[in-house]
């Protein structure tokens, strides 16, 4: 049975041009088609936050097709689906969460895919419990646990581990090169902690005290020994009260806190206020709960460049304007 292409090699006057046009035709329609005539298509993998949308991404490399739900500047614990949102999920070959009731108004999409037969993974769900903080201090055995494990190097790392086995099952003819990209990626994660280390030690002791709009930072604080005080508890939803704000205030002032911080995901008006009502700086905007934008760049270890849409890129903006702000010497 004759191709369309070669039926086209058959009919066309052979001048060069010609000859020229049809071969690149014909490598055309016969390299982008398998033996069915069709393209295979690559697994539709839907994540929920941007931190899983390049953890991803790093994994998979060009082997999936990644939608993320949320982008830059949106938190996931306000965050409610639309229904091209749904839409997305209906689709999925695999449905990617961060789990921890990170995603705490996403719990019904999620659970009505799941009745559909649409495999779901909660990338939290390999972290051990030892690494893992709760309202009630450094474990779990108490209230609820803190979703923002991506500031724990280990503990992102266990993430890291958890999705790429699973992402193995989906793909199980990519699994070298998932598994190469991850160790990458393991690697990443661990240079970029030891920098962090070393950076904060730059930070006077008794100024290693960081303030924030909301309290997703105890596991960077555990990870790098700094003290963590948020206006908001661990979720932004419920809002601080009269008495939260004033009693920030006095530990502001009582510590002679240099510097305080706004977050690119919460509104940072509460935090203006309470900078005007201690007579403090803002230190600048951190990256909480979503990655920064597309096309934005910051050097780090060894002077390496990294987009402020990757885990690496938000970590070394967060540490280094952290440095900045709090190890600045009185006047």
Not at 60 to 80: N, Q
Not at 206 to 223: C, E, I, M, Q, W
Request: hydrophobic content about 40%.
């Amino acid at each position: 049975m004759e191709t369309f292409a070669s039926l086209v090699v058959r009919f066309v006057p052979p001048s060069s041009l010609a000859t020229t046009f049809v071969l690149a035709l014909a490598t055309l329609f016969t390299g982008c088609a398998d033996e069915s005539g069709e393209t295979p298509s690559k697994p539709l993998i839907v994540v929920t936050t941007t931190h899983l949308s390049d953890l991803v991404r790093t994994i998979s490399g060009d082997r999936s097709e990644v939608t993320a739900l949320m982008g830059p500047g949106v938190d996931p614990h306000l965050y409610k689906p639309t229904s091209r949102d749904l839409s997305s999920l209906s689709k999925a070959d695999l449905i990617i969460y961060h789990g921890l009731l990170l995603e705490g108004r996403m719990g019904e999409a999620l659970e009505q895919a799941e009745q559909k037969g649409i495999p779901t993974l909660a990338a939290a769900s390999g972290i051990p419990a030892s690494m893992l903080i709760s309202d009630a201090g450094d474990d779990n055995s108490h209230g609820n646990v803190d979703p923002h494990v991506w500031f724990s190097t280990q503990a992102w790392t266990a993430c890291l581990n958890t999705v790429t086995e699973r992402l193995v099952e989906l793909e199980p003819s990519s699994a070298e090169v998932f598994r190469q990209n991850a160790l990458l990626m393991q690697r990443e994660i661990a240079k970029v902690g030891d920098w962090a280390r070393e950076r904060i030690n730059e930070i006077p002791e008794d100024k290693r005290k960081l303030v924030t709009s909301h309290d997703a930072f105890r596991y960077l604080g555990r990870d790098l020994g700094l003290k963590v005080i948020g206006l908001q508890g661990i979720s932004t939803n419920v809002e601080a009260g009269l008495a939260d704000r004033a009693n920030l205030v006095e530990f502001i002032v009582s510590q002679e806190i240099p510097a305080i911080f706004i977050e690119s995901s919460v509104n940072p008006g509460a935090m203006r206020e309470i900078a005007r009502e201690s007579k403090v700086l803002i230190g600048g905007e951190l990256f909480s709960d979503a990655l920064g934008p597309p096309g934005e760049r910051i050097s780090g270890p060894g002077e390496e460049s990294h987009g402020l849409d990757t885990w690496s890129g938000t970590m070394i903006h967060n540490v280094s304007t952290i440095v900045e702000a709090l190890s600045v010497k009185p006047q």
